[in-house]
């Protein structure tokens, strides 16, 4: 197992002018019952401008590799292995000093449940201002201005008065506004929105969706999109990388996954997803089985237990040898190409319609 | 795992006129549940009302499934529970096989609640952890007086391999279980008593997307091979759509259109239905390139403005009004009937008194209300 976790990890691709590069990311964590290796090996870059949509089930992985760059991790209890660079600059050893002058000002970041990531204590103007006043070093009066211009911004109506009122005062929808005014206060270089709507009704979703877009547009931001919601991702992403396990299993642009996916579990993914167009009749096709504990992951290809493809591979290879993740546009599967694609269009694809 | 079960026939059941499908099971009416709001010091006073439920009509027939779709806040699960009794009504009726129930007291139901049962939300909440999968399951059995022959273990063994679960796991506690498979265990016990009306609470909403699946999948055969109506309660379009043969789409409280699954998913009238159904975002998967690289959209898009107003003082008239596109002084004035719109099918049902074309294709302009993306969207251009 060890041996063949070194292997996966070795060829690192170059490409480190990038915008954001994660190079053979390893993060571990210590636990009573023994150490969780919640991701394992993950390479991806980030260009300024685009989205990155990461996708995956609960335990994936992918907030925990998000939370790693921002350095939101317990030390007391996580290994971090391989490198994170942000413009060149390593965040992996940086120090805690370092990490706060980038927090909420070049790196910002959008929370799940706007509720518990706002203070209570403080009225929502404030908790706006402050990143703006630490980071800008500007006064408070410019910074409250500041505020109030971003709150009209993400469509707060009547902002000067609201600015005033606590989190508790606004709704759900107005609250993940709020979130975002805050985070995008400093005018950041890479957004991370973690399910920033998956707490949200679907009629708002669609409006703070639209309204990330519109923003993007304006601030040229860099986002990573984290979702276990493929239509979400569909939505806002140019680019997408599907998370099993604590790797990436698969990665391009949405339109080649979408168009034509080659991992048996983003297949899994989409057959198990029932769409407004899809044939109501058709039983869905779950994947079988359940994500595998990170005490004990499965040697080999981490799906291979759940995957129904093996049997093509032949041979011992998915249980033995870890598949690997190109650069481009790849899945890290053991099929061949040719495999993958007469699967998909002759298999999946069917069912899809 | 569910695939090659095998399913039981159902046990001989009292055959009498009201089980044949397609006869009304479940039919409440003007169903009214407020909530009163205590405030004020130093005497706690009564303030105010949520009407969570204000006055809703659904039937449910034997061996359907009704969907019962709505954002957060609408009334669904408070529907829910009124359904199981598990509130007290403030007002209107709920009659079981043409039963009275709206009232009833704990000796009048017992009866009737082994023949309705509820499927809850969170498969971690509902399981008691001090007791193991057989207590679980028998447990309803043992209350209700039922003895299955061979045993009440013999019974449960059987209902874990109905639900996929591994027979021999009847002496495991609910934490050995994954979130999925606790589902299935909520399920096995809904089952037990053999009922004719499962209330399925958001069954599927905390699960991941590939678990999601079995479980739903699970839910339909059930449905279907035991002949077991379901009132699917879910927020998830896309899921209703796919289990339930008639929905019903809530708002504020009341249901604002009823019909079959076509009707409302295909050729939806209240402009909320639109709004709500063209907000779901959209996975185009294995579809042909195009020439200009760019996929067009099919489907209309619609932005409401804001959130949906507080149900203790909702709007007068169509409570929709605060955030159509097509309100006027009518809408205000007039609470709009749920009827029969002209060029509907029967059954579908619509609440508007400016009922939008039936098609859900794209139209010339979008309509977007938000000011803040018009803004944006206008500086733009």
């Given at each position: 197992m060890t041996t063949v976790t070194k292997e996966a990890g070795a060829p690192v691709p170059a490409g480190?002018?990038?915008f954001l590069s994660v190079r053979d990311l390893h993060v571990s964590f210590k636990t009573e019952d023994g150490v969780v290796?919640?991701?394992?090996g993950l390479s991806f870059d980030l260009e300024r401008g685009r989205t990155l949509g990461i996708v995956g089930e609960s335990g994936s992985g992918k907030s925990v590799t998000n939370l790693t760059i921002l350095g939101l991790?317990?030390?007391?209890f996580t290994t971090v292995e391989g490198e994170i660079l942000l413009e060149g600059q390593e965040?992996?050893?940086?120090?805690e000093s370092e990490l706060e002058k980038l927090r909420g000002n070049k790196v910002a970041m959008i929370f799940q449940d706007p509720l518990t990531a706002l203070?209570?204590?403080?009225?929502v103007g404030r908790q706006i201002a402050e990143p703006y006043m630490k980071h800008?070093?500007?006064s408070k009066k410019a910074a409250w201005e500041r505020a109030v211009e971003m709150l009209g911004k993400v469509g707060i109506p009547n902002p000067r008065q609201r600015a005033?009122?606590?989190?508790?005062?606004?709704s759900g929808g107005m609250r993940q506004r709020a979130m975002i005014a805050m985070a995008l206060v400093c005018d950041p270089d890479l957004l991370i929105a973690d399910?920033?709507?998956?707490?949200?009704d679907v009629t708002v979703q669609a409006q703070i969706l639209d309204l990330l877009k519109d923003l993007q547009r304006e601030f040229g931001s860099a986002i990573i999109f984290i979702t276990h919601d493929l239509g979400v991702i569909a939505d806002m992403a140019d680019d997408i990388m599907v998370m099993y396990a604590g790797g990436a299993v698969e990665r391009g642009t949405v339109r080649e996954v979408l168009r034509a996916p080659q991992h048996p579990y983003t297949w899994g993914l989409l057959n198990s997803m029932p769409r407004l167009?899809?044939?109501?009749h058709a039983p869905l096709a779950p994947i079988p089985g359940s994500p595998p504990s990170l005490l004990h992951p499965p040697s080999g290809c981490r799906f291979h237990p759940r995957?129904?493809?093996?049997?093509?591979?032949?041979?011992?290879r998915c249980v033995t040898e870890v598949p690997l993740l190109g650069p481009?546009?790849?899945?890290?599967?053991?099929?061949?190409a040719e495999q993958k694609r007469t699967i998909f269009d002759e298999e999946i694809k069917p069912r899809l319609r | 795992m569910t695939e090659d079960l095998v399913l039981p026939a159902p046990?001989?059941?009292?055959?009498?006129?009201?089980?044949?499908?397609?006869?009304?099971l479940l039919v409440v009416e003007k169903l009214v549940k407020h909530f009163p709001v205590k405030g004020g010091f130093p005497i706690r006073r009564?303030?105010?009302?949520?009407?969570?439920?204000?006055g809703i009509d659904l039937t449910v027939h034997v061996g359907e499934s009704f969907g019962l779709v709505g954002e957060s806040g609408c009334g669904k699960s408070t529907t829910g529970r009124l359904i199981t009794k598990l509130l007290e009504p403030t007002g209107g009726s709920i009659s079981y096989r043409g039963k009275d129930?709206?009232?009833?007291?704990r000796r009048q139901l017992a009866p009737i609640r082994s023949e309705i049962q509820m499927i809850f939300q969170d498969p971690y909440s509902s399981l008691?952890?001090?007791?193991t999968v057989g207590k679980i399951i028998s447990g309803p059995m043992e209350i209700n007086g039922l003895e299955p022959e061979g045993g009440h273990e013999k019974r449960v063994r059987e209902l874990l391999e109905i639900v996929g679960?591994?027979?021999?796991?009847?002496?495991?506690?609910?934490?050995?279980?994954s979130g999925g498979q606790r589902q299935r265990i909520g399920v096995a016990r809904a089952l037990a008593l053999e009922p004719k009306l499962i209330v399925a609470d958001?069954?599927?909403?905390?699960?991941d997307v590939s678990i999601q699946a079995q479980v739903v999948n699970l839910l339909q055969k059930v449905q279907q091979e035991l002949g077991i109506a379901f009132l699917f309660i879910a927020h998830d379009l896309a899921v209703v759509r796919h289990f339930s043969q008639r929905v019903a789409v809530m708002y504020l409280g009341k249901v604002i259109e009823v019909g079959d699954r076509d009707s409302i998913y295909t050729?939806?009238?209240?402009p909320y239905t639109h709004a709500l159904l063209s907000a779901v975002p959209e996975v185009n998967v294995g579809g042909e390139d195009t020439e200009d690289g760019e996929d067009v959209p099919q489907r209309e898009r619609i932005r409401l403005a804001g959130d949906v107003p507080s149900p203790i003082s909702p709007p007068s008239g169509c409570r929709f009004r605060t955030r159509?596109?097509?309100?006027?002084d009518k809408c205000a004035a007039e609470e709009p009937p749920l009827i029969q719109i002209s060029?509907?099918?029967?059954?579908?049902l619509t609440a508007c008194h400016f009922p939008e074309e039936p098609t859900i294709e794209a139209r010339d302009e979008d309509i977007v209300l938000d000011p803040a993306l018009v803004a944006l969207e206008e500086s733009d251009d």
């Open positions: 480190a002018d990038a290796r919640a991701v394992e991790h317990n030390p007391m965040l992996t050893t940086a120090r203070s209570p204590y403080y009225t800008m070093r500007a005033k009122d606590y989190p508790h005062q606004f399910e920033p709507t998956t707490a949200l167009d899809s044939d109501p995957c129904t493809f093996q049997d093509r591979v032949g041979g011992a481009d546009r790849s899945s890290a599967c053991h099929l061949t | 046990r001989e059941a009292a055959t009498d006129a009201t089980d044949a499908p397609g006869e009304p009564t303030v105010g009302q949520v009407q969570a439920v204000d129930i709206t009232h009833a007291t008691n952890p001090r007791q679960l591994n027979p021999e796991h009847y002496n495991r506690f609910p934490h050995e279980f958001e069954p599927v909403s905390a699960l050729r939806p009238r209240h159509c596109w097509k309100a006027q060029g509907n099918h029967a059954g579908h």
